[in-house]
């Protein structure tokens, strides 16, 4: 069974100060994927990333960049000189090539960022 | 990507209503899917809701309860029924438009449902 462990519960930053959101996932599947998503006060998911497993690769677009070591089954996201508008709840993701054609998604518990001015 | 509008975007309901959520879609889509977040919490998966078939329910959830339709590749509709305060959550909707390969989910803005 797949799931997905967020085990920050709550971080506070300071404006400017980087910071590194944890994701840690198990499954049984060689074929996955996994995602980040942000969901502001507003309540809205907006989509950020989504990465398969044999694309090792750390990505960087702009201020936000990802780890991903299969080696640890972590997919960890870092937030690099973190602003206000940064303050979200940010949710992992995976979904498993074997479910099929309901390629649903299963969410980590979230962790909640605040930035502080 | 794509343009998901949900109604109504929030409701304060009386215990033991009914009430109907829609999503619409700015394109056709393979899939779409409803989840629901209860305060404080993570997404939960409530279905796939599959176009000109009954839906497929995660474990815990029912049809009876959570009564789903997809007429066309556009649209469908989550009802929560015979509501209770347990049943206060957002509830979301999310699409998926990749053919063969997974692609990214998108989701809606969400409904907030209050239960008294």
């Known amino acids: 069974a797949q799931k997905v462990t967020q085990a920050q519960t709550e971080i506070s930053v300071v404006e400017k100060e980087d910071v590194t959101l944890d994701c840690v996932y198990e499954?049984?599947?060689?074929?996955?994927?996994l995602f980040w998503y942000k969901q502001p006060p507003s309540g809205e998911l907006v989509f950020l990333i989504r990465?398969?497993?044999?694309?090792?690769q750390n990505e960087i677009s702009g201020r936000y960049s990802w780890n991903f070591q299969k080696s640890t089954s972590s997919f960890n996201f870092t937030i690099t000189a973190s602003q206000v508008v940064d303050s979200a709840v940010y949710f992992c993701a995976l979904s498993e090539a074997s479910s099929g054609s309901a390629r649903q998604l299963t969410f980590g518990s979230g962790t909640q960022l605040t930035v502080l001015p | 990507s794509a343009v998901i509008s949900q109604k109504p975007s929030r409701d304060i309901c009386q215990r033991g209503t009914s009430l109907t959520i829609q999503c619409q879609v700015d394109?056709?889509?393979?899939?779409m899917f409803w989840y629901r977040q209860q305060p404080g919490q993570s997404l939960t998966l409530i279905a796939t809701?599959?176009?000109?078939?009954?839906?497929?329910?995660e474990s815990g959830f029912v049809i009876d309860k959570f009564p789903i339709s997809r007429p066309n590749l556009t649209f469908s509709t989550l009802t929560v029924s015979n509501m209770s305060p347990e049943d206060s959550s957002i509830y979301l909707c999310?699409?998926?438009?990749?053919?063969?390969?997974?692609?990214?989910?998108?989701f809606g803005p969400g409904t907030r449902l209050t239960v008294l």
């Open positions: 499954t049984r599947d060689t074929t996955y994927y």
């Open positions: 809701a599959n176009q000109g078939s009954e839906a497929t329910y």
């Open positions: 394109s056709q889509v393979t899939m």
């Open positions: 999310s699409v998926e438009k990749g053919l063969v390969s997974w692609d990214e989910q998108f």
């Open positions: 990465r398969n497993s044999f694309d090792e």
